[in-house]
C-alpha cells in the first residue's frame, strides 16, 4: 500500500522554517539587492507633481440627490470635452488637446459639490497651469455657451413681438413675450455662474512621484514573499522526488510518509516568559495572546497527528496483509545509516498491532538509545543489556518485557544502556541465545527496533532472525543508501516489507502527541 496524497507531499511548518534558515543568507542577499535596485530606480526617475483646481457648484439645477449627481457626472465628463481642452492648450505652450487628455484628470469630490480637476507634470508650476488653465476654460465654455443659448432664445422671442405690436388686440400678449425676454436679459448677465472657482491649482512643495522609500519597501515585500514561496515550492518538489526516489530503489511502495511536530518557537516562549514578568495591568492581555498562541500551536499539532495516523495507519495495513496473524513474526525497523530514526516507527507498528488485538512485543537492539522507551513511555531500564550479561555469565536469556501503559497486548524491553564490556549483542552466539528465549514467549508479533543497518553490526545480526523487514529511512536519506541497505537485506534473505519515510528529529517528538490508531 502506498501513502496516501496528503502524506506523500505535505510539508510540515518545522521541516520549511528550516529550510528557510538553510536558505537565510540567499534570501537576504536577493531580497536586499532588489530593494537597493527598487530605490535607486526611483530615485533616478524623473519627479512627476500633482495639483488640483476645485470648482463648486452654487446653485446646481437638481430637484433630488440622485439629479444632483447626475448632473455634477455631466459636468465632469464635460470638462475633458475637446473643446475644453483644445481652448486651455491655446493658453498653455507646448501644449496639445492630446497631451491635456493624458495629464488631466477629473472627479467628484465625496460628500461635496465640488468638481476636482487634477493636473498632472513633471513640472510643480505646470501642473498648477495646467489645471487652472483647464477649469478657466471649462467655467469660460460653459458661461459662452449658456450666453449663446439665452441670446438665441431672445432673438425668437423678438422675432414673435414684432407683428404683434401693430396689434392693439393683442396688446397683453405682446406684454408677456416683453417680460420673458427681460428675464433671459437678467439669466445672460449671470450665465454662468452657478459654476465657480472656488480653489485655484498651487503649485505643490513635493512631487507625489516617484516615493522611493515607499517603493522600496514594496519591493522588500514582494521579494521576501516571491523568496519564500519559491522555497517552499522547491522544498515540495525535492520532498515528493525523495520519497518517491526512496520507493523506487526499495523496490517497494512507499507504505508512509510520517511528518514532524511543529517546535514551539523563541517566539511562543519569550512570550510566556515575558508574561510571567509582566505587571498585571498587562498580564491579562498576554495571557489573552499567549491562550490564542497555544491554541493555533494545538491546531497545527493536531492536524499533523492526523497526517501521523493515517501514515501509521497504512503501515499496519501493509504489514497485517504481508504479514497476516495466526503464526509468529519477527519484523526488524531499521533504518540505512545513522541517526535513530527507527524508533517512532517501531513504536507506531507495535501499538497498532497491539490495538488490533494481537500479542506484541516490540524490543530495542539500539541499547544506546532510548528512543523506543521515551516513545512509548516506559522506564528506560532494565532492558536487553541486563538480560545479555545473563547470557555473557552462561545462564539462560531471561528478558524482562515491561507493558505499556494502557494497552495490555503490547510489551516492551528497552535497551537499557550501553553494556560494560562495550560487545553487546556481537559477542558471538548472543543473538541465537536471545531469538531462543523469545521463541516461545507466546507474542504473536516480535518488532524490533535496530540500529543503522549500513553502520552498525547488530542490524545485520537482528536481520537473519527476522521474516521481514521494514526501512525507516530520514527525508534526506540519499538514493545511494537506500539502495545499498536493500541490498543487504537481499543478502541476508530478508523480506523487505517497504520503506516510511519521516523528517530529521522525528523522534524528538513531543510528549503524549504519539499518534494513536483506532482499536
Not at 501642473?127 to 477649469?135: K, L, P, R, T
Not at 542490524?459 to 521494514?470: E, K, N
Amino acid at each position: 500500500m502506498g501513502a496516501g496524497p496528503q502524506q506523500e507531499h505535505r510539508i510540515d511548518p518545522g521541516r520549511l522554517a528550516q529550510a528557510l534558515r538553510d536558505n537565510a543568507l540567499a534570501i537576504a542577499l536577493v531580497v536586499t539587492g532588489l530593494t537597493l535596485c527598487t530605490y535607486a530606480i526611483a530615485s533616478s526617475a524623473a519627479k512627476r507633481y500633482r495639483a488640483t483646481a476645485r470648482i463648486a457648484a452654487s446653485a446646481a439645477p437638481h430637484t433630488s440627490p440622485q439629479d444632483e449627481v447626475r448632473w455634477l457626472r455631466t459636468q465632469v465628463a464635460l470638462v475633458k470635452g475637446a473643446p475644453v481642452l483644445a481652448a486651455a492648450a491655446a493658453k498653455l505652450p507646448g501644449e496639445s488637446r492630446s497631451s491635456l487628455a493624458g495629464k488631466v484628470t477629473t472627479a467628484i469630490a465625496p460628500d461635496a459639490d465640488l468638481i476636482e480637476i487634477t493636473a498632472h507634470d513633471h513640472d510643480a508650476r505646470g501642473a498648477a497651469a495646467i489645471a487652472n488653465a483647464v477649469a478657466a476654460a471649462f467655467l469660460s465654455r460653459r458661461a459662452e455657451n449658456r450666453r449663446a443659448a439665452i441670446a438665441q432664445s431672445q432673438g425668437a422671442l423678438e422675432a414673435q413681438i414684432a407683428p404683434l405690436v401693430a396689434m392693439p388686440d393683442r396688446a397683453p400678449e405682446v406684454a408677456a413675450l416683453r417680460a420673458r425676454v427681460d428675464e433671459l436679459v437678467v439669466a445672460a448677465a449671470g450665465a454662468g455662474t452657478d459654476l465657480q472657482l472656488v480653489q485655484p491649482a498651487q503649485a505643490p512643495a513635493r512631487p507625489y512621484a516617484p516615493r522611493p522609500l515607499r517603493a522600496a519597501a514594496g519591493a522588500f515585500l514582494a521579494a521576501l514573499v516571491a523568496a519564500v514561496l519559491i522555497v517552499a515550492l522547491r522544498e515540495y518538489r525535492r520532498l515528493a522526488a525523495s520519497r518517491r526516489e526512496v520507493a523506487r530503489l526499495a523496490g517497494v511502495p512507499l507504505l508512509a510518509a510520517l511528518p514532524a511536530y511543529p517546535p514551539v518557537s523563541p517566539w511562543d516562549r519569550g512570550l510566556e516568559a515575558l508574561e510571567a514578568r509582566a505587571p498585571s495591568r498587562l498580564r491579562e492581555l498576554m495571557a489573552g495572546v499567549a491562550a490564542r498562541r497555544r491554541g493555533a500551536q494545538a491546531a497545527r499539532r493536531e492536524q499533523v497527528r492526523a497526517v501521523a495516523e493515517d501514515g501509521l495507519r497504512s503501515l499496519l495495513a501493509a504489514t497485517l496483509l504481508t504479514l497476516p496473524p495466526g503464526a509468529r513474526h519477527v519484523i526488524l525497523v531499521t533504518s540505512p545509516g545513522r541517526g535513530r530514526h527507527s524508533a517512532q516507527v517501531a513504536a507506531g507498528l507495535a501499538q497498532g498491532l497491539a490495538r488490533a488485538g494481537e500479542e506484541t512485543l516490540v524490543l530495542s537492539s539500539d541499547v544506546a538509545s532510548p528512543q523506543l522507551a521515551d516513545a512509548l513511555g516506559v522506564p528506560a531500564g532494565p532492558g536487553l543489556v541486563q538480560a545479555l550479561e545473563q547470557a555473557r555469565t552462561g545462564t539462560a536469556v531471561r528478558l524482562r518485557a515491561t507493558r505499556v501503559p494502557g494497552l495490555d497486548s503490547l510489551h516492551v524491553v528497552p535497551g537499557g544502556g550501553r553494556p560494560d564490556d562495550g560487545i553487546g549483542l556481537v559477542r558471538p552466539g548472543v543473538v541465537d541465545a536471545l531469538f531462543g528465549a523469545l521463541r516461545d514467549a507466546g507474542y504473536d508479533y516480535i518488532v524490533v527496533d535496530a540500529p543503522g543497518l549500513l553502520v552498525a553490526p547488530e542490524g545485520c545480526l537482528v536481520a537473519r532472525a527476522a521474516d521481514a523487514a521494514i526501512l525507516a529511512c530520514p527525508e534526506e536519506c540519499s538514493p545511494e543508501e537506500a539502495d545499498e541497505a536493500r541490498r543487504a537485506l537481499e543478502r541476508l534473505d530478508v523480506r523487505l516489507l517497504g520503506a516510511v519515510t519521516l523528517p530529521a528529529g522525528a523522534a524528538e517528538e513531543p510528549a503524549g502527541e504519539s499518534p494513536r490508531l483506532p482499536r
